[in-house]
């Protein structure tokens, strides 16, 4: 009778010692998922001012006459317009390979009365030359001195510039590395508040590159100065 009641000891013993450490184990388990799973995310921003690399002009010329056998001597008013054009840019300190004739272009336009008849139709020859440079602080100067041939009678069309920033890809370690320094921060400023620390990174993303003209909501096409931006939203792991 007494080995009987000491094997029943025992193994409520046992039992209780199973459980107790079964518990110990699923406690464990769930104090170390929960420290996991208490984390921050945040946001760094990073921005940088730059000077666009890359300048693309436009200036367009056009002659008229009110005759179609005009034609040859407008062609000839319009090839010299175009040497005229081509010996500004070239004295204003453009190379050759900078720019490009684009083709002369015919059109007309006809003059009709209140009876829709035909009172004049005149001829145009219209043509433009293209500027691509990588110097893109003597664009303002020459975009001037072409100005300046309007006193000559010459009609022109002096387009506004192009500027952009080709240079992204050197200058997005340092401000993916800037962003991410600056979300912990923020982080820090976080955990300080809620008495924790900062740990490790649990997981990072990063947002889109945006360049936008100084001054400007949006294009990045107007001005030579550039906002660049981006932002990386990052999640910290934080302990006690």
Same mark, same amino acid.
């Given at each position: ?28 388990? @769930? $104090? *170390? ?9 945040? %946001?760094? =921003?990073? #921005?940088?001012?730059?000077? !666009? ?20 001597? @407008? $062609? *000839? ?9 081509? %010996?500004? =840019?070239? #004295?204003?300190?453009?190379? !050759? ?20 008849? @035909? ?122």
């Amino acid at each position: 009778m007494k080995t009987i009641r000491l094997e029943r000891l025992l193994g409520m013993l046992l039992l209780s010692s199973g459980l107790a450490l079964a518990g110990y184990f699923v406690g464990n388990t @769930l $104090y *170390k998922s929960k420290i996991a799973m208490n984390t921050a995310t945040v %946001k760094g =921003l990073a #921005e940088k001012r730059v000077i !666009a690399d890359h300048a693309s002009w436009r200036v367009g010329y056009t002659v008229a006459g009110s005759e179609r056998s005009e034609l040859p001597s @407008l $062609y *000839k008013d319009a090839s010299r317009i175009e040497e005229v054009i081509i %010996k500004t =840019l070239i #004295e204003s300190g453009l190379e !050759a390979k900078e720019f490009s004739k684009g083709i002369v272009r015919h059109s007309t336009r006809e003059l009709r009365n209140d009876d829709q008849e @035909l009172v004049e139709r005149a001829h145009y020859l219209s043509g433009d030359i293209s500027v691509t440079t990588t110097r893109v602080e003597m664009i303002k100067k020459i975009r001037l001195a072409v100005n300046q041939l309007i006193a000559q009678g010459i009609s022109l069309s002096n387009h506004e510039p192009s500027y952009r920033y080709t240079k992204l890809n050197d200058i997005k370690p340092a401000m993916l590395a800037e962003a991410t320094k600056n979300a912990r921060i923020a982080a820090d400023q976080f955990a300080s508040n809620a008495g924790v620390e900062v740990g490790s990174i649990r997981s990072a993303s990063q947002g889109g590159f945006s360049i936008i003209d100084v001054g400007e909501r949006h294009g990045d096409t107007r001005r030579m100065e550039k906002d660049v931006r981006v932002v990386t939203t990052v999640e910290f792991y934080l302990t006690n």
